[in-house]
């Protein structure tokens, strides 16, 4: 399954990155792929193409902040968790993110 993800916190440092690394490495457990947007306080890293976007499965933001240029996922069904909730069990946010889009 490709999933995409956004990670973003209140200071946009670390909880945005530890976030992306917890998602990452819950991956490697499902036997999904995954490429995480971080947009923290250097801006937006590793942005998410339209092509990416388009040809993902499940669309999950970890933040707890507004997501910047949230308007290229007007077509997706997002599901949202906060970053701290993701950094301490991403395998469950994975796994809850995917019951609620049925998958």
Not at 10 to 21: K, L
Not at 86 to 95: G, L, N, V
Request: net charge negative; aromatic share 6%; charged share 30%.
């Amino acid at each position: 399954m490709k999933i995409i993800a956004v990670t973003s916190c209140a200071t946009g440092i670390a909880h945005s990155y530890m976030a992306a690394e917890a998602l990452k490495k819950a991956v490697k457990d499902t036997g999904d792929e995954i490429k995480v947007e971080i947009q923290g306080a250097m801006g937006i890293e590793n942005r998410l193409t339209d092509e990416e976007i388009a040809e993902a499965d499940l669309v999950i933001w970890a933040v707890d902040v507004g997501v910047r240029e949230k308007d290229r996922f007007q077509n997706k069904n997002v599901i949202q968790f906060g970053p701290y909730e993701t950094i301490w069990d991403a395998k469950k946010t994975i796994s809850e993110a995917k019951q609620k889009a049925g998958l």
